[in-house]
């Protein structure tokens, strides 16, 4: 039930913003290096860490000096990678205290950083509804700007920190169940999955919602899981194993995706951004 839940979480995730790196993958790291040991800790603060990772990532691509806005899902695979190579001397794998193999760390106090950082973040949030860059240069908005810019403002948003926050439950329950601390929907061909879904329901047909987005990337997603892991099996896949076929998955949906976006179709074409994942 908790994989089914991450993966239509997933889904939803994907069919909203397209793929996001790293975010249900570092989430959950993060508060483990900050002392949340059990599962209920970290389903607590893991989707706060996840919204606070995606908004800030979606803020610093939004002030970068370029002509062309980069994708959300561009950003976080830059410094995620750079992010995992800093937490993994950190962790170690232990039995966690639910039972499962999960990265443990050495530090078992921390929360004061999760408390400041939310704190941080609920100003800048603030901050970020009323300051802006014009061109002008960085402005702060007044009481009678501020009615006009909010509309604008808000739901980027609260897009960005749902999104985020739905990663953080989803990487959280992935490594969970599978009990493998490096689990997470682009990591096990998950969002690969759902990606490929929604771009095969684009090309059957052209009445396209985001109900039908999120059923196809359903489909896709739960497709991808049975690869990875099919059911029926008397034990459980190991987790190296867990994690070679999810990545296969994951390569053979990316070279599914890229051969249809180069087949010249004019309805996928404004699909390119979206797969990059964009706020």
């Given at each position: 039930?908790g994989?089914t839940?991450a993966v239509?979480l997933s889904?939803?995730?994907?069919?909203?913003v397209?793929?996001?790196s790293?975010?249900?993958?570092?989430?959950?790291?993060?508060?483990?290096?900050?002392?949340?040991?059990?599962l209920?800790q970290?389903?607590i603060?893991?989707p706060l860490?996840?919204?606070?990772?995606?908004?800030?990532?979606d803020?610093?691509?939004?002030v970068?000096?370029?002509?062309?806005?980069i994708p959300?899902?561009?950003?976080?695979?830059?410094?995620?990678?750079?992010?995992l190579f800093?937490?993994?001397?950190?962790?170690?794998t232990?039995?966690?205290?639910?039972?499962?193999?999960?990265?443990?760390?050495?530090?078992?106090?921390?929360?004061?950083?999760?408390l400041?950082?939310?704190?941080?973040?609920?100003?800048?949030?603030c901050?970020?509804?009323?300051?802006?860059?014009?061109?002008?240069?960085?402005?702060?908005?007044?009481?009678?700007?501020?009615?006009?810019?909010?509309?604008?403002?808000?739901?980027?948003i609260?897009?960005?920190v749902?999104?985020?926050?739905?990663?953080?439950?989803?990487g959280?329950?992935m490594q969970?169940?599978?009990?493998?601390?490096?689990?997470?929907?682009?990591?096990?061909?998950?969002?690969?999955?759902?990606?490929?879904?929604?771009?095969?329901?684009?090309?059957?047909?052209?009445?396209?919602?985001?109900?039908?987005?999120?059923?196809?990337?359903?489909?896709?997603?739960?497709?991808s899981?049975?690869?990875?892991?099919?059911?029926?099996?008397?034990?459980?896949?190991a987790?190296d194993?867990?994690?070679?076929?999810?990545?296969?998955v994951?390569t053979?949906?990316?070279?599914?995706?890229?051969?249809?976006?180069?087949?010249?179709?004019p309805?996928?074409?404004?699909?390119?951004?979206?797969?990059?994942?964009?706020?």
């Open positions: 039930a994989m839940v239509a889904s939803m995730v994907v069919a909203a397209g793929v996001i790293f975010v249900a993958l570092a989430a959950p790291a993060l508060v483990r290096l900050a002392g949340a040991r059990t209920r970290r389903m603060w893991a860490a996840g919204a606070m990772l995606l908004w800030l990532t803020r610093l691509v939004q970068l000096p370029f002509t062309s806005e959300a899902g561009v950003a976080t695979a830059f410094l995620g990678a750079p992010l800093l937490l993994l001397p950190k962790l170690r232990s039995p966690d205290r639910d039972g499962t193999m999960l990265a443990s760390v050495r530090r078992r106090s921390g929360w004061a950083y999760l400041l950082g939310l704190i941080a973040m609920a100003l800048l949030l901050a970020a509804l009323v300051v802006g860059r014009g061109a002008t240069g960085w402005h702060v908005a007044s009481a009678a700007e501020l009615a006009d810019l909010l509309p604008l403002r808000a739901p980027r609260a897009v960005a749902c999104a985020g926050m739905m990663l953080g439950v989803v959280t329950l969970r169940m599978t009990g493998n601390p490096m689990a997470a929907p682009e990591v096990l061909g998950i969002s690969g999955g759902a990606s490929l879904g929604i771009l095969l329901l684009f090309v059957a047909t052209s009445d396209v919602n985001r109900p039908a987005m999120i059923a196809a990337g359903l489909v896709g997603a739960l497709v899981l049975a690869m990875v892991s099919p059911t029926g099996r008397r034990q459980p896949i987790p194993r867990l994690l070679l076929s999810g990545v296969a994951a053979m949906a990316s070279a599914f995706s890229a051969v249809m976006l180069a087949s010249g179709d309805r996928l074409d404004t699909l390119i951004g979206w797969l990059s994942g964009s706020t």
